[in-house]
Structure formats: C-alpha cells, structure tokens
Antibody, heavy 119, light 105 residues
C-alpha cells in the first residue's frame, strides 16, 4: 500500500526551528515529485514546497529563505526544515505525492502534522 | 494564479446532479485537478488534467473545461459523496488551490 506519514510537528516559539518528516511506504521518494502543503484550520490549502526527483527544489514566496526541503533516500523520507518560524506559519503541514510529473495531481496525501508557532 | 470556486457550499439530495465551478485568474490550459475531502481524512484525487478520471474513481464524477473555467460534475449524487471538493492548478510551479465547495445533504 502507498502511504505517507508525517511527524515532527509541535509547539515552537517565534524565531524557532522545527524539522518535519514525511515517511513514505509503497513507493520510492527519490523517483517522485514530493510536495509540502499547509492549511490553517478553517482556511484553504497553501502550497509550500516541492522537491523534484532530480533534486531541484522550489518554495512559496512566504517561506523562501526560511524553509528547506530535503530527501533521505536510504530512509525513503522527505523533510521540511523550518527556520525563523513566525506565528503565521501555524498550520497543519501535509506531504503529498505527484501522480504525474506534468500535472502534479496528488494521488497520495499524509494525514498532516500540526505546527503551532506561539510564545 | 488565484483559483476561485463556486458555490462555496450547496445542499443536494441523493440522485441529484451537482456541478462545481473553478475559475483561474489567468490561462492555465488544462492544468487543473479535483479532489474530494472528508473530515479527518486525506484528500482523494478524483480528476486530473481537467477531465481525466483517476483510477478507481466512480464514473459519476467527471471534469471539463480548459483555459480559465473548469467544472466538476457529479451525476447521481450518492450518500458517500457528501464532502468538500476543491480544485488545484499546476500550470505554474507555485501550485494554488481553490477554497473548496462543501456539499451537504
């Protein structure tokens, strides 16, 4: 079965850091476009970042320079390193797999992990 | 690219035909995907590339459109279809999502 499981969320103070993990099973993350999205409860989804099979990475303007996406092929896991966190980064963060590298339709999503940035 | 959806919510009955519209703020060809989302569950991919149905999705779901206007149609609403639906554009690397449409009984 194809599955994604996120972990690493929690409460962090403004200016702090956190690393989220997205552990995959049933497929290989190194061959797949992997995306992070976030959702503030009660609001819409916001795309955060993507890592390509070739290693290219892209970020939303709101997190550029603060967040970094990476991949550990040996653990079949994708990470989101979040620095200089702000209260507006508070959200449920989910990872998703692109079914197609052209249309980036997400056919597998994790359940998400909650990040709360507050003093 | 901004994605808007209408309506934001609707009430329908089992057997009804339901149409949800998604509009893009600029041309996105057919780079639109549709999802179903139920509380406490991960979103489920229904339609990709505007009109291609994902494997395993019932044929009562269909998508159409190109350019800036897209529709998701459910032909013959079933009890398990009461959920939220949202669109996503992937024309640019900065993917954006519609705000969602809640389908209630």
């Amino acid at each position: 079965d194809v599955q994604l499981v996120e972990s690493g969320g929690g409460l962090v103070q403004p200016g702090g850091s956190l690393r989220l993990s997205c552990s995959a099973s049933g497929f290989t993350v190194s061959n797949t476009y992997m995306t992070w999205v976030r959702q503030v409860p009660g609001k819409g989804l916001e795309w955060v970042s993507i890592i390509y099979p070739g290693g290219n990475t892209y970020y939303a303007d709101s997190v550029k320079g603060r967040f970094t996406v990476s991949r550990d092929n040996s653990n079949n896991t994708v990470y989101l390193h979040m620095n200089s966190l702000r209260p507006e980064d508070t959200a449920v963060y989910s990872c998703a797999r692109s079914h197609s590298g052209i249309f980036h339709d997400f056919d597998c999503w994790g359940q998400g992990t909650l990040v709360t940035v507050s003093s | 690219i901004q994605m808007t959806q209408s309506p934001s919510s609707l009430s329908a009955s089992v057997g009804d035909r339901v149409t949800i519209t998604c509009r893009a703020s600029q041309f996105i060809h057919k780079y639109v995907n549709w999802y179903q989302h139920k509380p406490g569950q991960a979103p489920k991919l229904l339609i990709y590339a505007a009109s291609t149905i994902q494997v395993g999705v019932p044929s009562r779901f269909s998508g159409s459109g190109s350019g800036t206007e897209f529709t998701l149609t459910i032909s013959g609403l079933q009890p398990e279809d009461f959920a939220s639906y949202f669109c996503q554009q992937s024309y640019t690397t900065v993917f954006t999502f519609g705000p969602g449409t809640r389908v209630d009984i």
